[in-house]
């Protein structure tokens, strides 16, 4: 306390504090500079191999953007379907009920093991046949919603299972029902594990939602194949329909991060504790 | 043509029983005069609304009862259908259907609307549509394992294949494509069985395929022609010769090999094979193809998108 | 259904302590407790009376059954016989088949009859300070939110942490957070708390603060069980020290004698080993004892 903490080391501290600083700031610059690089390479390889017709893309802009509210509508029902899929599939397969457990772990097996284009096909020409006929978009969005759910099921249940079972021995020394102990206590824990999962499997919904066109729906990538192909532009159209993708996705990211940003509050346990 | 020609020969019969159930004063559609080669028919020209006839779960009541019809069409294929910017749906196919349905409307007394549908057109072709859509008006054309899942109305035109080549390839007829070369198709065409030799059709002067074709399948024909274009190498694309023929007018650098058709085929409009029943709407439809062919209306159709009149049987 | 079969016997040794108002009836009587984990066989026929107001302390070396004893209290562990009453709350051991649904009701109760404090603190790490210790009073009693949280708010200045009212666990130290943990049991005003090893997971300089906050709270005359090898605190605080070896109780009693004056040949090896060679009488210890000693943390306790 008395020899060590001169005025020397103060000004160390500081010095040490100004380094670590401009060092961040120069990653920082370096890191927006490699993505400066590669998009100007990108912009200039688009510009000389695809001969872009800006008179067609104005032309059909407007076509193929009506396929943006489409495919963000869809890629939003289907996730929020499947998060409810996957709480109750979750459910089943962490229930001691051999009937409830069989039943969610066929459903993970069968929507995990299947292709999802043929599950699209499958369902639009099933629910019919069951005497359910449903839109194009609601068929879509169940086909969507089921896959995804599956996939999601696991996430989820992996999620539950990560919450320390101390917790769950502390909330029923509480005297709480397995209910509330599941509601109150589990759940939130388990769906702050699973945020950036489900973020994740939502940017790939956003994408995989393209698939839905083979039933008749009309959403961006379609739309840009559509405009693209009769005029012999497919090039131009899809690129399009990318940088649409792109944006959705990192405008979704950006969300995203700052929603586990506030999550985290309160579980930052890297912090020693001490005093 | 046997079966066109029975059914054809059902249609005066048909009309006669409708007229005789209904008063209404509604011009119908002249089902008579010229049709089918082989159809002696002669209805009265102005024949009155069939509508109050109609079976209500047969598929033509159900298209009345709702006063839709939900008709499939791909709109990737140029000029037969196609999108505009504005997002009307435009081309030979789509024209034909809009004039098939205004008569259809006239027939039964009733305006029908068009809804379009655009399923993949493997999903179409592949029949058992479970009441999704009512019918392809989408350049279908007349297979015999089609015909196993889709039922015919009479043709509205008449389609043949070609090959086209690269344009600066030194092809100059399909002998010099035998061998193990390599061809680009879209997925679940005529061209593609043509090429694999699954393709049974009625057309006896169908040409053989080349021998061990290495055939890449591609969603539809027009991807083959933009792979050309980007640089990938293909030693030929099988594709429908009105298309191919667009293409090269478009400028796309493909080249068009000269001679016959590799095989003529009819095309019509397809109705599910296990959807509701559909005897009286493919009446009706017949006689309504027939008289579009016999009054020029597909004639003038063709020549608006196809600067050529394909609505003749060649040779017939 | 209850009592059928199993009769409750109160030791001769186990009086009601200093504190016990006169005439009071015991308030946990736990009967003849068997657990087998598969064909292990862990408690092998364990009672206890405790009366109100009475602080009792569990030793034993690790493994010997002690953490399982108390979890079987509150039914945490579900055990393989026996039978719990909690302030006139019975559960008897149902090791087969399912409960019924009263019978479920009654072992809740159970447990919010005895609040449980854990070596691992178990605090809820979403929830703030105060929402932890309002969560339950809120969501099991049905108290009011205003009235949980002023309840709470006494519990917190009563550990010494309310101006941490708002952190979240994860700021806090250990000491603190099993602070908060006992302030969390106590808001639900449980009849009896239950300690299982609450500082063994402790850094050695945080376990004082605990220690005092549950030593005042046995002077306040908190009906305590706590399962420890805080020797200082049995001596200072139980009114009772119950040593468990094998399963078994085999020895029970004051601290002057269990610690002082071990009867038991195994309680007499167990403090050899605890307290060091100077202080036992038979310092033998067999080299079975070497695979369950104590745990280092815990050292040679705070004499």
């Known amino acids: 306390m008395t020899s060590l903490a001169g005025p020397v080391n103060q000004v160390l501290g500081e010095q040490i504090l100004a380094g670590e600083r401009s060092r961040s700031r120069r990653w920082r610059v370096q890191f927006m500079l490699a993505w400066l690089v590669i ?64 039943l969610a772990s066929f459903y993970v097996s069968f929507f995990r093991g299947t292709p999802l284009l043929l599950q699209i096909v499958f369902i639009y020409f099933a629910l019919p046949q069951m005497g359910l006929v449903l839109p194009e978009i609601p068929t879509g969005i169940i086909a969507l919603g089921f896959n995804y759910g599956a996939y999601m099921t696991e996430v989820f249940r992996s999620g539950i299972q990560a919450v320390p079972h101390g917790q769950t021995e502390a909330a029923l020394s509480l005297g709480m029902s397995g209910g509330t102990t599941f509601r109150r206590i589990i759940v939130p824990q388990a769906f702050r594990i699973v945020t950036p999962a489900i ?33 012999h532009k497919s090039m131009q159209t899809l690129l399009i329909a990318a940088m649409v993708y792109w944006i959705l996705t990192i405008a979704f990211s950006f969300f995203q991060a700052r929603l586990e940003r506030r999550q985290a509050v309160g579980d930052r346990s890297r912090r020693p504790g001490s005093g | ?116 549908m655009t399923p993949s057109w493997d999903l179409i072709t592949a029949g058992g549509w479970s009441g999704r859509w009512d019918i392809s008006i989408g350049s279908m054309s007349v297979t015999i394992g089609r015909a196993k899942v889709v039922d015919f109305v009479d043709p509205y035109y008449y389609d043949s294949g070609a090959v086209a080549v690269p344009k600066d390839s030194t092809v100059q007829s399909l002998s010099e494509l035998n061998g193990g070369k390599t061809f680009c198709v879209g997925a679940a065409t005529t061209y593609e069985q043509w090429l694999t030799g699954t393709l049974e059709i009625v057309d006896p002067d169908k040409l053989p395929a080349p021998t061990d074709p290495q055939v890449t399948s591609l969603p539809t024909d027009n991807e083959c022609v933009q792979a050309v274009q980007s640089g990938r190498k293909f030693d030929a694309i099988v594709a429908n010769a009105n298309g191919l023929a ?16 590799i095989f003529t085929v009819s095309v019509a409009f397809a109705l599910d094979k296990s959807g509701p029943d559909d005897k009286s709407l493919i009446e009706v439809l017949n006689g309504i193809v027939n008289d579009m062919h016999s009054d020029g209306t597909l004639t003038t159709l063709s020549n608006k998108y196809l600067q050529k009149d394909v609505t003749m049987k060649p040779g017939g | 259904m209850n009592g059928q079969g199993i009769v409750h016997e109160i030791h001769p040794v186990e009086l009601p302590g200093p504190l016990v108002p006169a005439g009071a009836e015991p308030i946990v009587r736990a009967t003849k407790i068997e657990k087998y984990f598969g064909r292990n066989h862990v408690l092998r026929g364990c009672s206890m009376t405790v009366y109100p107001r009475e602080t009792i302390t569990i030793l034993g070396r690790s493994g010997s059954g002690k953490s399982t004893f108390l979890r079987c209290l509150n039914f945490l562990e579900e055990p393989s016989a026996g039978r719990v009453e909690i302030d ?98 106590l808001t639900m005003e449980p009849k009896v708390l239950l300690f299982d090893e609450p500082t063994s997971a402790l850094d050695p300089s945080l376990v004082g603060e605990v220690l005092k906050v549950m030593e005042s709270l046995a002077h306040e005359g908190r009906t305590m069980i706590v399962v420890t090898h805080e020797m200082q605190f049995a001596r200072e605080a139980a009114d009772r020290i119950y040593y468990m070896h094998e399963g078994q109780f085999v020895e029970i009693g004051p601290h002057t004698q269990v610690i002082d004056d071990p009867q038991d040949p195994r309680t007499r090896e167990f403090l050899a080993r605890f307290l060091g060679p100077s202080r036992s009488r038979q310092a033998a210890a067999t080299p079975q004892d070497e695979a369950v000693a104590p745990p280092p943390a815990v050292g040679p306790g705070p004499v």
């Not at chain 1, 688009?46 to 032309?59: G, P």
């Not at chain 1, 953007?65 to 929020?80: C, E, K």
């Not at chain 2, 789509?94 to 008569?103: L, M, P, Q, S």
Request: positive net charge.
């Open chain 1, 39 to 102: 998009v100007a390479a990108l912009v200039a390889f688009v510009l000389i191999t695809i001969n872009l017709d800006t008179q067609f893309i104005a032309k059909w802009l407007p076509f193929i953007l009506t396929g943006v509210p489409v495919t963000i509508f869809v890629s939003f029902a289907s996730i929020t379907l499947a998060v409810i899929l996957a709480v109750l599939g979750a459910l089943g397969r962490l229930s001691v009920n051999p009937y409830v457990n069989g």
């Open chain 1, 199 to 231: 973020g994740n499997d939502f940017i790939a919904m956003l994408k995989d939602s393209s698939l839905v066109s083979v039933i008749s729906v009309h959403e961006l990538l379609y739309q840009a194949q559509v405009a693209g192909r009769p005029n």
């Open chain 2, 1 to 116: 043509m046997h079966r066109l020609a029975s059914r054809a020969a059902l249609l005066p019969a048909l009309v006669l029983v409708l007229a005789a159930c209904t008063g209404g004063a509604t011009p119908a559609p002249s089902v008579a005069a010229s049709a089918a080669a082989t159809a002696p028919s002669s209805a009265p020209s102005a024949a009155p609304s069939v509508a109050p006839s109609i079976d209500p779960n047969s598929l033509l009541g159900k298209i009345v009862a709702a006063g839709k019809i939900r008709i499939s069409t791909d709109p990737n294929y140029k000029p037969f259908s196609f999108q505009n910017p504005d997002g009307t749906y435009d081309g030979f196919d789509n024209a034909t259907a809009v004039e098939a349905v205004k008569r259809l409307g006239t027939a039964v007394g009733k305006p029908i609307q068009i809804e379009w």
């Open chain 2, 246 to 261: 667009d293409q090269v007018k478009d400028g796309l650098p493909i080249r068009v090999l000269s001679g016959p058709p």
């Open chain 3, 88 to 185: 006139d709350t019975a559960v008897e051991a149902r090791p087969l088949g399912d409960r019924p649904r009263a019978e479920r009701e009654r072992i809740r109760k159970l447990r919010t009859d005895a609040g449980m404090v854990f070596q691992e603190f178990n605090l809820f790490p979403h929830l703030s300070v105060i929402g932890n210790l309002v969560e339950a009073p809120v969501h099991v009693k049905h108290v009011a939110r205003p009235a949980a949280t002023e309840l709470a708010e006494s519990y917190l200045e009563k550990v010494g942490l309310i101006d941490k009212r708002n952190e979240y666990p994860s700021r806090l130290s250990g000491g603190q957070r099993q602070r908060v943990a006992i302030a969390r049991a």
